[in-house]
């Protein structure tokens, strides 16, 4: 399973407010930070709302033919969602000083690359999941066989946005980095490498190596091709600074991955009489239950550590990325 | 169903002997002809043992982790088909003066592309195929979360060379230009659109033009896509020759599918007491079904003309294509 915590249907809504100053905070310097905090939650929705138009305005029309699929595409992909990975683009070319027009496209084609995994991960030959983010997963509302060709048409889009899409910067080196990044992050060595690591998995007993070595592809690598699509748009960008969001992005990739664990053990816990999990149920391998809670806590904190000391050398340009890793890393305990 | 025909065993190997030439054509000089078409046999055989090299050295070896995601997809491609699609490339290829090695990429990244599709199209969900060319299908072969992510890791991989294989043209544009081929005729306007307006059709009355849209579309887009891909690697080539490539393409892709309903039609009839194929049975609505055998017939003749019609600007450097454009829609009736 991708990102199960979607399924706890944590919003972008509830998680920065418990952050955001409140009047108590006045007294030693903390009301700047709840201001911060507040603005960037101000510039969270500001993206999400952006992400949202601009995937709506990108996915084929629901009234025209095949409708069923466009329905079903639209329905996938639109309503829903953190939309960390757009997040993750727009941040980046912030700290590089380009205009989000410029990666809107990009942050779509990723989005779609993880919408897909999402709907094909759902299907009862993979997770067999009935809700997702509170709605029928796609396979429900629809069926499996529309289900599989989403996902496929999907992909297919993503990468038709990478070649053609006239947001995106004309140069068509630029383009092919871009397209050689979300194929080689899609593909065997990235996500779908790590699914069927994952789906291999149940029963096994894996290492914590293992399961860092899957997490990085299942989850990392589309995760760490959004900070670097951004970065390629960018192509005179000092390799210096192309290096350092490299190592800013594989930290926060693994970490996100682990955390999304932790959030699941913790949610177990908080709630009294839930039903086991779905990964429980498989004895699916996690990075919890291998080194345990305070271990996989501990792990979060020193790659939340390394990816912002990754960014030293990026100025004031780069705080929404260091609060953006702050958000998706610490927050939640 | 795709290229339903693949499942009723027909190969190369059995097809153009039999309009090679024999000794009693000596007297009206048709055994120059036999001599051509034993030629063309010949050359056949040489893009399938090509092609077969080139997509092993490309596809994930099978001893790398995930070994059982690598092995499947090594399963699902290798080793059988007729490689219509690559051929396509490599006689377009030879018309314009271009060598196989430039090409080849391109022709891995579209059978790559209808290797999924195949693959996917054979899950429960949509055909629930058990056998492809003899052999146990991917789901049955290794399971079907496999053949999902195999279905998914094919799409991706055939971008990634795109993007990123050295043997083909470096220039970028070139490049990207295949790129938005590739993703345009797999994705809704083409193939996956196709698709889903085929899962749709069972039991509805659909008119001989709607067939034919969804034919144009399921394969025909990407039979287009080959000849045109192959085009886009000659950037220098004059409109008039890219626009006459296209106008040989497009009646080829849909007379193809149309030729492919009319085998099976001949198969059912020539075997008795053989089940009745899988269309019938879920009342698919076909060619010949709504206008009958003869039109159908006379349908992929009149397209096959048009098609040679179109490559009346090139010299004899398109013969291989004539050829095989014969071979694909005359030699079987």
């Known amino acids: 399973m991708i990102e199960g915590a ?63 699929l466009h329905a079903a595409m639209r329905y996938s992909v639109l309503g829903g969602g953190k939309r960390v990975r757009p997040m993750l683009v727009f941040a980046t070319a912030r700290a590089l000083g380009i205009g989000e027009a410029q990666v809107e496209a990009a942050a779509c084609a990723i989005e779609l690359v993880h919408a897909y995994s999402l709907v094909h991960d759902d299907l009862p030959a993979m997770d067999d999941d009935d809700l997702r983010r509170g709605r029928p997963t796609c396979h429900k509302a629809f069926d499996e066989g529309t289900a599989i060709l989403v996902g496929d048409a999907l992909q297919s889009l993503a990468f038709q946005l990478l070649a053609s899409d006239p947001a995106l910067p004309a140069d068509p080196a630029v383009r092919l980095r871009l397209t050689a990044l979300l194929a080689e992050a899609s593909g065997v060595s990235g996500m779908t490498g790590g699914q069927a690591i994952d789906i291999a998995a149940p029963g096994q007993q894996l290492t914590v190596g293992e399961i860092e070595s899957m997490y990085a592809r ?18 005179a960008l000092a390799g210096q600074l192309q ?12 970490a996100f991955q682990i955390q999304d664990d932790l959030l699941d053990v913790l949610a177990d816990t908080a709630t009294l009489g839930k039903a086991t999990r779905a990964d429980h149920a498989r004895a699916q391998p996690t990075h919890p239950a291998v080194v345990g809670v305070a271990a996989s806590q501990e792990r979060v904190r020193g790659l939340h550590a390394e990816a912002l000391a990754a960014l030293a050398p990026f100025a004031a340009s780069a705080e929404p990325l260091r609060q953006l890793a702050d958000w998706l890393l610490v927050r939640s305990y």
Chains 1, 2 share one sequence.
């Not at 009047?23 to 999400?48: C, H, M, N, P, Y």
């Not at 969001?245 to 990739?253: N, Q, S, T, W």
């Open 6 to 68: 979607d399924l706890a249907g944590r919003s972008v809504a509830d998680a920065p407010a418990a952050v955001v100053g409140t009047a108590t905070d006045i007294a030693d310097g903390r009301e700047t930070e709840g201001a911060e905090r507040a603005a960037f939650t101000v510039q969270l929705k500001s993206w999400q709302a952006r992400i949202e138009q601009a995937l709506a305005a990108r996915l084929p029309p629901p009234d025209v033919e095949p409708t069923r």
């Open 218 to 235: 299942k989850t990392g690598a589309l995760i760490r091709a959004s900070v670097l699509m951004a970065a390629a748009c960018a192509p």
């Open 243 to 254: 290096a350092a969001l490299a190592d800013f992005a594989a930290p926060v990739g693994l």
